[in-house]
Every structure is written in structure tokens, then in C-alpha cells.
């Protein structure tokens, strides 16, 4: 592969602080309007070498979803990334980038005939498909083109699961992926997801059994599958120790080669999260500390940022991201706070049952920061709730 030009090649990002990069804080050092989020391309960039010196038998294929900003994109272009797209707008964004239409895939399993149309117009070959009708789509509007076949698993362990929404049965697959051969596709291979930030890798060995399975049966059938997408899942550093990425290339390693009796299958991984989740810090102003009543402990902390403005993955309190203030350390101490933004929708509640505690001498006034905020975050905004804007974003 040829070297990226040198002016892509980054600085090993340099950190000051847990979640906080040099670049990061020199940004907020200038005090930007609140609520924003500050993203250091470099950490992905590191990130990215990191995966690929993990395993580098996989190609690498960026889910845009995760953060699809133009300086963090071309970015991941230039350092040869593939792309895995959801929509129509996305493929476009990759292109408009530099990206090549034979290194990205429309990996939603849920497309318009129409998008499936245009996406093949534009050079897109790869497709996922989890269903006959959508099979029957792409035949019809991306003739020839190689399709992979999403198998539904077991998301324990994700603190974001994917439930049930996306993949079918192993059984349906291999009638599947017949079918898409007898339809004039390429049905290349199998794909899965374990759940997004999933920490604990044995999914991973449990989700690939089934695919061994699979190809054994597929090649019964006469078809010849030579792919496997292990796609998203890698988790980010939020609170709780994750796995290393190291850990995570060994333990994939050891199982395909245990399962696919050494004839390893070409893999592709499709991280969003892991690649730019603690690339990011989002900066937030507190606009009031309350009580509900003299006698309760407990504050409430509402801050700018809230569901509505970057923070969606705190529904459930699933992702919960380190927070620190400008107060940590105070004499006076801590205290326990439910964390809520700014909107006057009742859901707008960030972290009720988390059993957060906060400064003390916390006040209207002061920044709140949110830390591994990179993946997620501003898609996730609404275009004005409340009159709120969506989340501002700084790329640096
Ligand atoms: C098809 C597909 N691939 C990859 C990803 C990225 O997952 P993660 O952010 O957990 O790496 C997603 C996330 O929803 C996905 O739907």
C-alpha cells in the first residue's frame, strides 16, 4: 500500500489528562460557546493505526454513523480507510471526500429500491441484505453486485445492544444466500454484530462459530463464500476498564483460526465507536443547581447539553460518560446530583439511577465536561428543540 502523503501524517495524540488531549484542552483554553464538542482527529488517526497494526488481516471500514464529519472523514480517506455507509447521503459525503466507490458499503439492511439504484449508479458494489425482499431489491437495482447476508446474534454483554432489529437466522441465511446466487448476485459472505461497546470478546467467538457453521454449509451447497464482516462493536474507554484493541486482534485471531481450521475467510471490521469515541469532549455550561425540597440531599444538575442536543445514548443510562468540572477537588466535597439538560421535556434526564455524585460548590456558571463524546453525539441532536441548536462541533 502506498505511505499517505506526509502532510497526513499526525502527531501521536498527547494526553493531558484522562479523555483530554493537548489539542483538545488548548481548544477549550479558548473558552468556546457552550454546549460544543471538541474532536482531536488525531486520536482517530491513532485509533486507525492501532486496529490495523491489531489486525491487519482485516480491512478496516469506518461506520460514517458514528461521526460523519467531513475533517474526521477525509481524514480516515486519506489514511486508506473503507467506509461503511447507511444511506444515500452518507455514500455521497464518502465520495465527495475522495473515497473510492469500490472501498465503500451500504451496510444498512434496510435500503429504498430507489437508493439501492443510485448507490450502484455511483460504483457501490457491496451490499447487505438480511431479508428476501431486500435481496430481491438489490438483484433488481445493483445487478451483479457481492452481498453479504447479516446473521442476528446474541448482543449480551453490549451496553448498547442492537436488539433484534437487524439480521435473520442462520437457517434463512443459507436459503438466502442460495437464493442470491440464483438471483445473478455474489453472495461473498456472512456478516454480524455483536451489539455496540462490547466488552466482552467471547461474542465475538460465539457469533463466528455460527458463521464456520454457515460457510461449511453454504460451501455443501455448492456456493464458495470468501467474507466475513465482523462488524462494529469495539468498545471505547468510557468509565470502566475495556478491553485493548491488542486483546481484542488476538482473541478474533485465535478464533478464526480455530474455526476456520486455519482457511481463514478476507474480514472486514466495521468500528464506529471505537475509532473516534474518545477522540472527543463535549463542553457544557450548568445553567441551574436546584433541590426539590430543603430536606433532600440530592441536587439536580441541569446543564445545556441534555437528550436532545448530543447526549441521546444516555437513554436507559446506558453510556455513561466520565464527567469532570472545573470544581473536582474542592474542600467542600461531593455530593449526589441527578445530571439533566436544558429542554421541558420530562425524558430530557441524563443520569437519575447512576449514582452520580458532583461537587458541592457546583454552580450556574460553571462548565460541566463530558468526556468520550467523539461517536454519537452530534447526528444524535435535534434540529431545534426547544429552540435549543443542534451541537455545535469543533474539529482540530
Ligand atoms: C452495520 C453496522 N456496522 C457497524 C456499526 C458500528 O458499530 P460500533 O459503533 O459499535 O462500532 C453499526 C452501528 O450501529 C452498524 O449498524
Not at 502506498?2 to 497526513?8: D, I, T, W
Not at 489514511?79 to 447507511?86: K, P
Request: hydrophobic share 45%; charged share 20%; glycine share 10%.
Amino acid at each position: 500500500m502506498l505511505s499517505p502523503p506526509l502532510s497526513l501524517v499526525a502527531q501521536p495524540p498527547e494526553w493531558v489528562a484522562p479523555g483530554l488531549t493537548r489539542k483538545m484542552a488548548a481548544f477549550l483554553a479558548t473558552r468556546p460557546a457552550t454546549p460544543c464538542l471538541v474532536v482531536d482527529v488525531d486520536v482517530v488517526e491513532a485509533n486507525y493505526h492501532a486496529l490495523r497494526a491489531a489486525l491487519p488481516e482485516a480491512e478496516v471500514y469506518y461506520a460514517v454513523k458514528a461521526n460523519p464529519a467531513p475533517p474526521l472523514v477525509a481524514r480516515l480517506v486519506g489514511l486508506g480507510a473503507r467506509f461503511d455507509t447507511a444511506s444515500l447521503p452518507e455514500i455521497d459525503l464518502c465520495l465527495g471526500l475522495g473515497a473510492d466507490p469500490a472501498h465503500i458499503s451500504f451496510g444498512n439492511t434496510i435500503k429504498k429500491a430507489r437508493d439501492i439504484a443510485a448507490a450502484y449508479e455511483r460504483g457501490i458494489r457491496l451490499f447487505a441484505f438480511d431479508a428476501e425482499e431486500e435481496l430481491r431489491k438489490i438483484a433488481e437495482n445493483a445487478p451483479g453486485a457481492r452481498v453479504f447476508c447479516r446473521i442476528l446474534t446474541d448482543n449480551a454483554g453490549a451496553e448498547w445492544p442492537l436488539s433484534r432489529k437487524f439480521g435473520c437466522a442462520p437457517t434463512m441465511a443459507r436459503d438466502l444466500m442460495r437464493l442470491a446466487a440464483d438471483l445473478g448476485l455474489d453472495p461473498v459472505g456472512l456478516s454480524f454484530h455483536v451489539g455496540s461497546q462490547q466488552t466482552d470478546l467471547t461474542q465475538w467467538d460465539h457469533a463466528l462459530a455460527l458463521v464456520a457453521d454457515l460457510f461449511r454449509g453454504l460451501r455443501a451447497d455448492g456456493l464458495t463464500p470468501t467474507l466475513v464482516n465482523l462488524g462494529g462493536g469495539l468498545p471505547t474507554r468510557y468509565g470502566r476498564p475495556v478491553p485493548e484493541v491488542d486483546a481484542y486482534g488476538a482473541s478474533l485471531r485465535a478464533a478464526l483460526e480455530r474455526l476456520f481450521d486455519g482457511d481463514v475467510p478476507a474480514l472486514i471490521v466495521e468500528p464506529g465507536r471505537g475509532l473516534v469515541g474518545n477522540a472527543g469532549v463535549l463542553e457544557s455550561e450548568v445553567v441551574l443547581v436546584s433541590r426539590k425540597d430543603d430536606t433532600e440531599d440530592r441536587r439536580w444538575v441541569y446543564i445545556d447539553a441534555g437528550r436532545f442536543n448530543g447526549l441521546a445514548e444516555t437513554e436507559g443510562e446506558a453510556i455513561r460518560y466520565p464527567i469532570v468540572t472545573g470544581r473536582d477537588g474542592d474542600d467542600a466535597g461531593t455530593g449526589p446530583v441527578v445530571l439533566a439538560g436544558p429542554t421541558c421535556d420530562s425524558v430530557d434526564v441524563l443520569y437519575d439511577r447512576a449514582d452520580l455524585r458532583l461537587p458541592l460548590a457546583l454552580r450556574a456558571g460553571d462548565r460541566l465536561r463530558l468526556l468520550s463524546t467523539g461517536a454519537y453525539t452530534t447526528t444524535y441532536a435535534s434540529i431545534g428543540f426547544n429552540g435549543f441548536a443542534p451541537l455545535a462541533a469543533h474539529y482540530v
